[in-house]
Nanobody
């Protein structure tokens, strides 16, 4: 089973920044939609940001627009999520996923591969 490898989660103060990374050596991301989901305590998992690697189309949830930036490095087969001006409500476990959703961010069952999750905690 293909496992995406995530890194970058941490504990930061409100207003701070983090960059999450997601990569794998088992499949190439080229052509996939790459999405960052997050799940806060007691809440459902939600799609935060997506990029269609082939065309560069992006999606951002309203709650993160203007603060988060998703990017894809073809040479490194890695998708990133740059998170700036973090807020306590961004606290969650973040998951990367690769798949072919009909629209962004799509449903979880439209994604083939998932990362292990990485914790982001933002203190006030």
């Amino acid at each position: 089973e293909v496992q995406l490898v995530q890194s970058g989660g941490d504990l930061v103060q409100a207003g701070g920044s983090l960059r999450l990374s997601c990569t794998t050596s088992e499949v190439t991301f080229d052509g996939y939609a790459l999405t960052w989901f997050r799940q806060a305590p007691g809440k459902e998992r939600e799609g935060v940001s997506c990029i269609r690697s082939a065309v560069g189309t992006t999606y951002y949830a309203d709650s993160v627009k203007g603060r988060f930036t998703i990017s894809y490095d073809f040479a490194k087969n890695t998708v990133y999520l740059q998170m700036n001006n973090l807020k306590p409500e961004d606290t969650a476990v973040y998951y990367c996923a690769a798949g072919f959703p009909s629209r962004l961010p799509g449903r979880e069952n439209e994604y083939d591969y998932w990362g292990q999750g990485t914790s982001v905690t933002v203190s006030s």
